[in-house]
């Protein structure tokens, strides 16, 4: 199986910066795509930022503002997906999670975490 737990959310005042860290153990030899989603007050869950072998994608609101960034552990036990946000506005609150999709033998499988509160206000 795959666990995946987000870090490093909190309050920042407009303009400021957070960096948000994502760890993803287990089976990681079955995971591909890592992405990282949001979900504002009363609003869909939207998808922010995915890296997937090296690959990222943004989305629109965050472009030129987000950073996402991927570590490996040398013995492949972990990856760490890194969320590097800048410039940050009230519209950026929300609670957000990152996401590990399944491959091979877990194709078709979503791996969450419990989500980490990033709140924008001053």
């Known amino acids: 199986q795959v666990q995946m737990v987000e870090s490093g959310g909190g309050l920042v005042q407009p303009g400021g910066s957070l960096r948000l860290s994502c760890t993803a153990s287990g089976s990681m030899n079955n995971i591909g795509a890592i992405g990282w989603y949001r979900q504002p007050p009363e609003k869909e869950r939207e998808l922010v930022a995915r890296?997937?072998?090296?690959?990222?994608?943004?989305?629109?609101s965050v472009l030129g503002r987000f950073t996402i960034s991927q570590d490996f552990a040398t013995d492949g036990t972990k990856t760490i997906v890194y969320l590097e946000m800048r410039n940050l506005n009230p519209e950026d609150t929300a609670l957000y999670y990152c996401n590990g999709r399944g491959k091979n033998r877990l194709r078709g499988r979503d791996f969450w975490g419990p989500g980490t509160q990033v709140t924008v206000s001053s």
């Open positions: 890296i997937d072998d090296g690959i990222t994608r943004y989305s629109d």
